[in-house]
């Protein structure tokens, strides 16, 4: 009978790791290359230049003009889109049957917006929680009533 393998995804805006459950009483691994990061910029980083200027529509006047989105917003939004498209990767070729999801709540949002079908299928539980700075050991503690660690 083939075990049933479960995947915590650990995740906020800028990291983000997975860890495997191996079954009860024999603790959570880290799953090699499955470790994600970039840097955390604001969005003063990113915008360094002065923006744009328009002319207004009304007089003679000229005005700066505001970018449409959040650049830090943005990249935290395609790092967790290149996550999720890993993720399905994943579960395309197997290497999970269910998964746990730890994010901090706007990367969870994101996360949710950018899941296919397939990894939502898999989804056991959600947890609305920044884990990323705790360490594998410890993580069991945030998982109690979830699974059995």
């Known amino acids: 009978m083939k075990k049933t393998v479960t995947w915590i995804l650990i995740a906020d805006g800028t990291q983000a790791r997975v860890v495997e459950h191996a079954g009860p ?68 070729s197997g290497a999970y049957d269910r998964l746990i999801i730890a994010a901090a709540p706007i990367a969870l949002g994101n996360l949710r ?9 898999t989804v056991l539980a959600e947890l609305d929680k920044d884990l990323t700075n705790v360490p594998t050991p410890q993580l069991d503690k945030h998982l109690d009533g979830i699974i059995a660690v």
């Open 25 to 92: 009483g024999k603790g959570l691994t880290t799953v090699k290359g499955l470790d994600w990061s970039i840097p955390p910029l604001q969005t003063q980083d990113i915008n360094a230049d002065r923006p744009g200027r328009s002319h207004s529509s009304v007089g003679h006047g000229r005005s700066a003009m505001e970018p449409k989105t959040d650049p830090a917003d943005h990249r935290e939004a395609e790092f967790v889109r290149s996550v999720a498209h890993v993720m399905e990767e994943k579960a395309m």
């Open 113 to 121: 917006k950018v899941l296919s079908d397939h990894v939502k299928k």
